[in-house]
């Protein structure tokens, strides 16, 4: 009972009607039934089960982009979930873009580490450990004794990780991640349609947002290139 | 035979003979040497650089390099000059242990038999090889066509003892050139011997072969060759003939049929007797004899009855085996060694099927010939080596190996059996179990399977909340807070003004409470002292003075030091004379009432 009033203090409950019936859908293999009723269960709020469902259905339609999307949200919300990381790595694999950088040993561990937690609960482990962190060295402050000045420095690292777990998801947010849902698109050298084309862009290829013209987007890749595409061939990650 | 190789030039072809020999020695000594570097070797060389017209000659494109996995066959160029009439290939594989590291030496030659279609000379442009996205070219090759197939036979000396027969004796039926087989029925792969032999009646001087004899369908040993007549007395068909063997060679038929040995021509130069008498040398007359086409049925091998482990030998052998060691450590590969020895096609037994070991890594042999050609027919030994390399350590059972041949005398197959062998292995590197012993198959991958239905859903908005920002803030407080509580006590301790101050209302509050009490009871007297004395002692605290022992003179000039403002000290000085007033003048009334004095002290002590 108290552990579900604390539950219920971070995170929200919502019926679970629409998804149960998507789920239904999905085991009949109406595929595009399911992702119907996962998008009416979505408009209760984010959920990590949900975005992974609805990516499993859109996969299975054969949309590659909007399943990446979706996988990724569910990411965000449940990093250490096997199954999502799982199927965004195979749904990545289906993609007829290859353009990605290959991270390095070293980058790929601290990537790691640093999604352990979801922002939320980076969020709440930063706060409630710096709150202990401070009421540890106020209480070495008055009784000076050895153990409160350990106790705040574990505190105090432990906050710092939760700190830094929050600003690489702030970091990835902020850089506007989107994923290319058209089947095929051109990137213009400027925003319209009379501007040269300069690269060719497939379903599934994540890019980030740089700037907004009218209905165009100034996209990038992760190698650095980038082109103006119409603002309805992608889908916005957050 | 003349290497022309993608190092050496074109003009290598024609420069004189002595050149020549020394720049062949030199490629001989450069082509090892470029081997062993990493690169495909690709090479092109013709058996011989003149030939006749309509005669047949070797290409042979040769390909040598290192873990060359499958070679594909090069690429022939247009040849409009020449007949393409056949194509072949062999393919050798050399194996080696350096610092632990394996070398696979392999070469793929093509031979491929062409003839000229026309006179002069002609270009056979560069073959070409795609290998691993990398294209490689031969030279070209320059081949003159002469008319008559002189070829490049030695011409042969006379000997000097060479009988010189009855002058003008007529050529026709008196010399010829007989090829005889040792026999006529054999089996596919059973060496024939046949033997190739002049016979003449006439006074001979020279002799050479108008051309290489070639035998198609064929692999051909080679016994004999003459290098110079040496003539017996023979009687054929009832005639005396001088008869000198030019060359026997072991034929290996290839495949089953009637095969045809082609007519051989040999040029010989036939001394003539003059008439003349005075002519005492005669004339010399070149001419050219040609054997008899020699045609062998060729039985094939018998289908039936054919065990799996055959592999291509036919004659008599003998199979033995061994290992060079039986433990290893650190996957040092084991060598098992098999041998096959005996009479027959000794080239053309292949590689034993050595039975898989899980646990252990069966290489390709290295193939090594020992074989010797007598009159009595081939004889040799075919060495396989094969290195195993272990994968995981432990005792192996290496099965028995079987190998069977074909044996023509008897007419059967028989088969050979060796081993088993056993052999250990530790410290192997790879100590992993074999995923593909366990027979775990992958068959194809999918999506995990959607999450399972829920009560209810959690619901998590993608921001973070803000609520825990407060924590910071009171978190900030708490250590703020700490550390005024500390420097508070550390005062207390140390600074004894600083504790009357914090003291003193405490002090006040219990005095006036006590003097409230006095009021109370209607006790005037104590009223006034206790109200005196909080009055006194509040001072005292608040200014860290000794105010008991004072008069009210001294406290006056004391506060007046401390710049208390003069009304406030006015105001001190009332009450205390009107309490003193009260106390030590009795029945006197005070001009104000208690309850208004009582007010009075308390907004003096606020506003000191």
């Not at chain 2, 873990?67 to 290939?89: E, H, I, K, Q």
């Not at chain 2, 004339?283 to 039936?304: A, D, F, G, N, Y």
Request: aromatic fraction near 8%; charge should be positive.
């Amino acid at each position: 009972m108290l552990a579900r009033l604390i539950l219920l203090s971070v995170m929200a409950l919502a019926p679970a009607g629409p998804y149960n019936q998507g789920n239904q859908l999905y085991a009949r293999k109406d595929y595009a039934g399911a992702a119907r009723a996962y998008q009416q269960a979505l408009k209760a709020g984010p959920s990590a089960d949900v975005c992974y469902n609805l990516g499993n259905a859109l996969f299975k339609s054969g949309r590659i982009g909007p399943a990446i999307v979706q996988y990724r949200r569910a990411h965000h919300l449940q990093p250490r979930d096997a199954d999502i990381g799982r199927n965004l790595s195979f749904a990545r694999s289906y993609r007829v873009d290859r353009v990605l950088t290959v991270p390095g040993p070293v980058a790929r561990v601290l990537d790691e580490t640093f999604h352990l937690l979801s922002r939320r609960e980076a969020a709440l482990l930063a706060a409630v450990s710096f709150l202990l962190a401070a009421l540890s060295l106020s209480v070495w402050v008055v009784r000076r004794r050895t153990v409160w000045i350990l106790g705040t420095t574990v505190l105090a690292a432990l906050s710092l990780f939760g700190l830094i777990t929050q600003w690489v998801w702030a970091g990835e947010v902020g850089a506007q991640p989107a994923v290319i849902v058209a089947p095929e698109v051109n990137a213009l050298s400027g925003p319209g349609e009379e501007f040269k084309q300069i690269l060719l862009l497939h379903d599934g290829t994540e890019v980030r947002i740089r700037e907004k013209r009218g209905g165009y987007l100034l996209v990038q890749l992760p190698g650095g290139s980038g082109g103006w595409i119409r603002s309805d061939a992608v889908e916005r990650v957050y | 035979m003349t290497w022309v190789h993608l190092t050496s030039d074109r003009w290598l072809c024609r420069v004189d003979g002595m050149v020549r020999r020394v720049l062949l020695l030199l490629a001989f000594l450069v082509i090892p040497a470029v081997t062993l570097s990493a690169e495909l070797q690709f090479s092109a060389s013709v058996g011989r650089t003149t030939v006749g017209l309509d005669e047949q000659f070797q290409l042979d494109l040769a390909v040598q390099g290192e873990d060359m996995v499958s070679v594909p066959r090069p690429v022939l160029p247009a040849l409009p000059d020449f007949n393409l009439l056949g194509s072949t290939s062999s393919q050798s594989t050399n194996i080696s242990f350096i610092n632990g590291q394996m070398r696979k030496q392999a070469s793929v030659s093509f031979l491929y038999v062409l003839s000229a279609k026309r006179l002069g000379r002609l270009v056979i442009p560069p073959c070409k090889l795609t290998y691993e996205g990398r294209e490689y070219a031969s030279q070209p090759i320059e081949i003159t066509v002469v008319k008559a197939a002189q070829g490049q036979a030695q011409p042969m000396p006379a000997r000097p003892g060479a009988r010189p027969r009855d002058a003008n004796v007529p050529i026709e039926g008196n010399l010829f050139l007989s090829a005889v087989p040792a026999r006529r029925t054999v089996f596919v792969g059973e060496p024939v011997m046949l033997e190739v032999s002049l016979c003449t009646r006439l006074r001979i001087t020279d002799g050479g072969w108008a051309g290489m004899p070639t035998f198609d369908g064929f692999w051909a040993e080679k016994v004999y060759d003459a290098s110079r007549f040496d003539f017996q007395r023979r009687t054929l068909d009832g005639k005396a003939y001088d008869v000198s063997r030019l060359k026997t060679v072991a034929l290996f038929p290839l495949s089953p049929g009637d095969v045809t040995v082609k007519p051989m021509a040999f040029n010989v130069a036939v001394m003539q007797t003059s008439r003349d008498f005075f002519d005492m040398f005669g004339t010399t007359q070149t001419v050219r004899v040609e054997s008899k086409p020699v045609t062998i049925k060729v039985l094939p091998l018998p289908e039936k009855e054919k065990p799996a482990e055959f592999t291509g030998g036919v004659g008599q052998f003998t199979l033995s085996a061994a290992l060079d060691r039986t433990a290893t450590t650190n996957s040092e590969p084991i060598n098992l060694t098999l041998r096959i020895s005996g009479s027959g096609n000794v080239r053309m037994v292949g590689k034993p099927v050595v039975p898989a070991v899980p646990g252990l890594r069966i290489l390709d042999p290295e193939i090594k010939e020992d074989v010797r050609v007598g009159p009595a027919g081939v004889q040799g030994t075919r060495t396989f080596r094969y290195p195993i390399i272990p994968q995981t350590d432990g005792k192996f059972v290496i099965p028995p190996i079987r190998i069977a041949y074909f044996d023509p005398r008897a007419k059967s197959y028989k088969t050979l059996t060796t081993g088993p062998y056993e052999c250990s292995a530790s410290g192997s590197i790879r100590s992993a179990p074999l995923v593909e012993a366990t027979g775990l198959k992958v068959l194809g991958t999918d999506i995990n399977y959607i999450k399972a239905d829920a009560a209810e859903l959690v619901v998590t908005p993608i921001d973070p909340p803000v609520w825990p920002n407060l924590l910071y803030a009171v978190s900030l407080g708490l250590v703020a807070g700490a550390f005024w509580y500390r420097g508070h006590t550390q005062r207390l301790l140390s600074d004894r003004g600083y504790a009357r101050k914090v003291r003193s209302s405490g002090l006040v509050r219990a005095r006036l409470r006590q003097a409230e009490a006095f009021l109370k009871k209607k006790d005037e007297r104590s009223f006034h002292a206790a109200l005196t004395q909080a009055v006194m002692g509040y001072l005292g605290d608040r200014f860290n003075i000794e105010t008991q022992a004072m008069t009210k003179e001294q406290l006056q000039a004391e506060l007046e030091r401390l710049q208390v403002g003069p009304e406030t000290v006015a105001a001190v000085i009332e009450v205390i004379e009107q309490c003193e007033f009260a106390r030590f003048s009795p029945g006197a009334r005070p001009t104000d009432d208690p309850v208004q004095l009582f007010q009075k002290a308390r907004d003096v002590m606020g506003k000191v």
